[in-house]
């Protein structure tokens, strides 16, 4: 996706955004935002609360103090109504892609969908899920178990079922954590697809730099509870702050 | 500010740690809460139909064989047992009347609910856990479907079914572990067995013993999935589930039992 392509229009707005937990403060005072059809990665730390943000974002957690907008609804303002509907249009993908074991993959994408628009055909559910596992290469595994699966497949899976509700924003939590260098590439290249081929506009959680480098569009960098850096991969990490350069040279160097 | 999920993993973690007496003072209102919702919820349209017969089938299965060893020892064992007291007498006659009262009105409920609790309450509350710990029922949230109508209900309205109409089954193959002691010992046959057995119950053991069921049925699926539905910790806490929907359901089952045996108890004298 080209800067031309990026829509100026804010999808995402976060505002002086603080959550902690107990007597520990992840997020101090977030200012974050999202333009239409962008790819913006959110690097950080483990344990810095970028999951606990994108969280944040789907209403699975309260923010303690702030603004948090999304396609101009206050997430933690509305009602519940209003909140499943929102949740249509923001599709989040889990970290360890979050299948329900218990279900076959046709069934783990028929799920939402069914329970999601209900005046749908048997004939429409079928090829609504064909069409999506054909979007992420897995077609072949329809009737397969997730346990059957590798992480790599679980995690297209996962992304296929996010798709199939049409999501307008993608929320990916760690996409590539736990994959070997390959299938990273492969989930990099998905990601870039769905943006392309979906229109979709996606915050990208991960502290892997090769990923953050092959489908950000900007990059934000959460350090000490806060977005200090944000900017084009290379404005980000062309700096000698000590808190940012272990991060790159561990990625590159090592 | 309002929560808009129900993970208890994250307001484990939000809350400050409360003295004891708060706790357990904030876990029963989180009880009433979650039991408030099911009524709220579990019957109100789109029904998750398929998914209850699912849970159906499978917690009549999961405890058919089980249920049907212990219910056949048991009617052995009780009438073998009460024999010689009834001898004593000469009213080993009694024996079918004895067997059948007590059979439906307190083993049978009792017998089939703790089996059930130890079988159906611990893989429920052990499934939903992990489901939460996997972060599965996060991903059912945030899909804008209701996670609680689907995992929740669907178990808790299934054990409610099935347990009674196990209960009426361990009855039934009770009567005939006792039959066989019986016809054994005394020559008994089967016809009078269960003519002296059927004319001893009362339409009051029935009713008694079938709400006894529900009640029973409908404590061990709430316990494993308010346990499962609310774990946290890792797989530690999958454990802790599934552990304490068995120990709290059997302990609940136990208090039931002493409550309704005042409470029907009343309407016999």
Known sequence: ?????????????????????????????VD?????????????????????????????LTPDQGEVLVLNQHVDRITYKELLALRLKVGFSFQNSALY?????????????VRNQRRLTKGEVNSAVEEMLDAVGLLHTINQMPSELSGGQRKRIGVARTLILRPEIMLYDEPTAGLDPITCLEINSLINEVQERFH?????????????????NRVAMLLDGKFERQGTFEEVFNTADERVKPFYDYNFIQ | ?????????????????????????????????????????????????????????????????????TGFITGVVFTKQSRPSLAEFGATSWLPSLVGIALLRTLAPLLTSLIAAGKVGSSIGAE????????????????????FKFLVSTRVLAATITIPILTFYTAMVGMLGALLNVSMSEGTSAKLFFQSSLESISFLDI???????????????????????????????????????????????????????????????
């Open chain 1, 32 to 60: 974050l935002h999202l333009n239409k059809r962008e790819n913006l990665v959110v690097l950080g730390k483990s344990g810095t609360g970028k999951s606990v943000l994108i969280k944040i974002l789907v209403g699975l």
């Open chain 1, 200 to 216: 979709t506009s996606s915050i990208i959680i991960t502290h892997d730099l090769t990923c953050a480098k092959a489908v950000g």
């Open chain 2, 1 to 69: 500010m309002k929560n808009k999920t129900d993970n208890p993993v994250i307001l484990d973690e939000e809350v400050k740690r409360p003295g004891k007496l708060s706790r357990m003072f904030i876990t029963l209102s989180d009880v009433f809460q979650f039991m408030g919702r099911f009524f709220k919820e579990g019957f109100l349209p789109p029904y998750e139909g398929k998914e209850l017969m699912k849970q159906c089938y499978d917690i009549g299965y999961r405890s058919l064989a089980l249920i049907s060893l």
């Open chain 1, 1 to 29: 996706m080209t800067k031309e392509q990026i829509s100026p229009e804010k999808v995402i707005e976060v505002k002086g955004l603080y959550k902690s937990f107990g007597n520990y403060h992840v997020l101090k005072g």
């Open chain 2, 128 to 147: 939903l856990g992990s489901m939460r710990v996997t972060e599965q029922i996060d991903a059912m949230e945030v899909s804008a479907t209701n996670p």
């Open chain 1, 101 to 113: 074991d218990s279900m076959t993959v046709r069934e783990n994408l028929e799920f939402p969908l």
């Open chain 2, 207 to 269: 009713t008694a013993s079938t709400i006894k069921a529900v009640i029973f049925g409908f404590t061990i699926g709430m316990v494993g999935c308010y346990q499962g539905y609310n774990s946290s910790k890792g797989t530690e806490g999958v454990g802790k589930a599934a552990n304490s929907s068995v120990v709290i359901g059997m302990f609940l089952i136990f208090i039931e039992e002493v409550v309704s045996v005042q409470f029907f108890g009343l309407f016999r004298t």
